[in-house]
């Protein structure tokens, strides 16, 4: 399963662990980085929303243009899940409740609806493996991410701001993917922004993602009750060849 996103990085410090091994003071990179997605999967309930920006490619070139989307998730373990996206290129609702994964496209005017085991690390495990389906945002909606994120080279820079708040900024490589990922400090560690290049493509295009966690926001059965448009035209989502 491909998890890699594509995270926000700081001119001048992009590229920084071409050369980079993996010693002693850079493991904190990874310590710090297992706290946040310790303390996302131990909440029972919360909603974030997020701003993406990726890269537009032409002729293999990266563009001037970006793809904007503007992403609304809440969660409600063990079993429920909505993500709500608008922007560039899609308009469309994820909706994981008891077992069951709707996904509604208001661009095209279709549904598709797919039974999944019920918990939602198990239900994301069997989309993304069976049907190829991709979830840019699942990082900060597994419970286990911390068990899951593995790259070979990792830095920790240190503590910088981020919108006026205090950030550890880490980062990790492998062959394909550079991340970079802004995370709060103190005693409740989140994850405030992150992006993630590409080292495949030879201009290294990104994706980059701000988060605002939202603690006032209200969270009920409601929300993940599916509300089909009547004129939606049902579709089938077929299982990836092997």
């Known amino acids: 399963m491909k998890l890699h996103s594509k995270f926000f990085s700081v001119m001048g410090l992009v590229f920084m662990l071409g050369g980079s091994s993996l010693l002693a003071a850079e493991q904190s990179a990874k310590e710090i980085l297992d706290k946040a997605y310790a303390y996302v999967g131990g909440m029972d309930k919360y909603a974030f929303k997020a701003v993406v920006l990726d890269d537009d490619l032409e002729d293999g070139k990266v563009t001037r243009e970006k793809y904007r989307h503007d992403v609304s998730v809440k969660v409600d373990r063990p ?25 509604i496209d208001y661009g095209f005017g279709y549904y ?9 690390d198990t239900a994301l495990d069997s989309i993304f493996e069976m049907y190829g389906i991709r979830a840019p945002l699942a990082q900060l909606v597994y419970s286990d991410m911390h068990q899951r994120f593995k790259f070979s080279k990792s830095k920790n820079f240190g503590v910088v701001s981020v919108d006026g708040i205090a950030c550890n900024y880490v980062a990790f490589a492998d062959a394909l993917v550079e991340v970079h990922i802004w995370i709060t400090t103190g005693d409740k560690p989140l994850i ?7 080292m495949q493509e030879k201009e290294h295009p990104n994706i980059s993602t701000r988060i605002t966690w939202d603690f006032q926001a209200t969270i009920s059965d409601k929300d993940f009750v599916v509300a089909l448009p009547k004129d939606f035209a049902p579709i089938s989502v077929l299982p990836v060849e092997e």
Not at 88 to 100: A, F, M, Q, Y
Not at 112 to 120: A, H, R
Not at 192 to 198: H, L, S
């Open 112 to 120: 598709s609806q797919l039974k999944t085991p019920k918990s939602i």
């Open 79 to 103: 079993d429920k899940l909505r993500v709500d996206t608008k922007g560039t290129v899609k308009e469309r609702s994820s909706i994981l409740n008891d077992g069951v994964f709707t996904m």
């Open 192 to 198: 405030k922004a992150y992006k993630v290049i590409d």
